[in-house]
């Protein structure tokens, strides 16, 4: 199982990202799949997590309504799209395959003025 985060990088306050999961290893189209985060200094968050169909999702309450996960099976990958961020918002973004235990390397996004 391979799970390769990209899309992080530095924007300012209200800015956007999206961010890609490339998964390869598994069949990606029959697991449900999770963003987590890790701001400094302080453990993995679950932030978004999408079943199978992306029928049932879930966001936590810090990123509800300016986060949306999408995935897009036949290409193996998962998404976030990341809008109205906030300097709190400030991790590293890591995609993990819960049914696996499968962790990315995760993608670093900073958000300054």
């Known amino acids: 199982v391979q799970l390769q985060a990209s899309g992080g990088g530095s924007v300012e306050p209200g800015g956007s990202l999206r961010l890609s999961c490339a998964a390869s290893?598994?069949?990606?189209?029959?697991?449900?799949m999770n963003w987590f985060h890790q701001a400094p200094g302080k453990g993995p968050e679950l932030i978004s997590q999408?079943?199978?169909?992306?029928?049932?999702?879930y966001y936590a309450d810090s990123v509800k309504g300016r986060f949306t996960i999408s995935r897009d099976n036949a290409k193996n990958t998962l998404y976030l799209q990341m809008n109205s961020l906030k300097p709190e918002d400030t991790a590293l973004y890591r995609c993990?395959?819960?049914?696996?235990?499968?962790w990315g390397q995760g993608t670093q996004v900073t958000v300054s003025s």
């Open positions: 993990v395959s819960p049914h696996f235990g499968s």
């Open positions: 999408t079943n199978p169909s992306g029928s049932s999702i």
């Open positions: 290893g598994f069949a990606f189209g029959r697991f449900d």
